[in-house]
T-cell receptor, first 121, second 110 residues
Framework: DGGITQSPKYLFRKEGQNVTLSCEQN?????MYWYRQDPGQGLRLIYY???????QKGDIAEGYSVSREKKESFPLTVTSAQKNPTAFYLC????????????????????FGPGTRLTVL | AQSVAQPEDQVNVAEGNPLTVKCTYS??????LFWYVQYPNRGLQFLLK??????LVKGSYGFEAEFNKSQTSFHLKKPSALVSDSALYFC????????FGKGTRLHILP
């Protein structure tokens, strides 16, 4: 978990409420990611950002929003449009790596934060 | 389409015995392969990765993994299991993006 912090550790949301999960890293990584973890489903990518002021939707972006105003920070907002938000949310960061073979070898191991468990009341 | 599969939801091993957690993948081109471990209510911790080179990769906590291109597998192994190895293990493959398997829960029985 070193170098990436997530807060809060536990979060409770009421119906119709937006909540924001914090993710901060001091690893000087360019890329940051948000995953949702549900039992038996592994990790599913919500959003990712490869550079400041830019981000892309992952596989399950509906009902979520993000911002990347600073390299160190990548907050995730769970909006009221997300109908089943109860889950464990994981933030990660990595060195930016090329997407195609033949480029310089830059490892892109992802380093994860400790997670935030969100529960809808 | 790229994919990664962990065929076993759970693996039980007696302490001191060798352990194997299986992973198979499907990607076009050369894969980057990773193993991560997750302890309860914690984030994932990186164990090891294969990028290129030697097919046997050594990682943290005595774990190793063998890359087999013909079988498109990247099984995680340890010669002698410890009770403290009990956790959830994820295999991941990166081609155009990183995809994680669904995880295998490893139980080491004392």
């Amino acid at each position: 978990d070193g170098g990436i912090t997530q807060s809060p550790k536990y979060l409770f949301r009421k119906e119709g409420q937006n909540v924001t999960l914090s993710c901060e890293q001091n690893l000087n990584h360019d890329a940051m990611y948000w995953y949702r973890q549900d039992p038996g489903q592994g990790l599913r990518l919500i959003y990712y950002s490869q550079i400041v002021n830019d981000f892309q939707k992952g596989d399950i972006a509906e009902g979520y929003s993000v911002s990347r105003e600073k390299k160190e920070s990548f907050p995730l907002t769970v909006t009221s449009a997300q109908k089943n938000p109860t889950a464990f949310y994981l933030c990660a960061s990595s060195i930016q790596a090329p997407a195609f073979a033949g480029q310089p070898l830059i490892t892109d191991t992802q380093y994860f934060g400790p997670g935030t468990r969100l529960t809808v009341l | 389409a790229q994919s990664v599969a962990q065929p076993e939801d759970q693996v039980n091993v007696a302490e001191g015995n060798p352990l194997t957690v299986k992973c198979t993948y499907s990607v076009s081109g050369n894969p980057y392969l990773f193993w991560y471990v997750q302890y309860p209510n914690r984030g994932l911790q990186f164990l090891l990765k294969y990028i290129t080179g030697d097919n046997l990769v050594k990682g943290s906590y005595g774990f190793e993994a063998e890359f087999n291109k013909s079988q498109t597998s990247f099984h995680l192994k340890k010669p002698s299991a410890l009770v403290s190895d009990s956790a959830l293990y994820f295999c991941a493959v990166r081609a155009s993006k990183i995809i994680f398997g669904k995880g295998t829960r490893l139980h080491i029985l004392p």
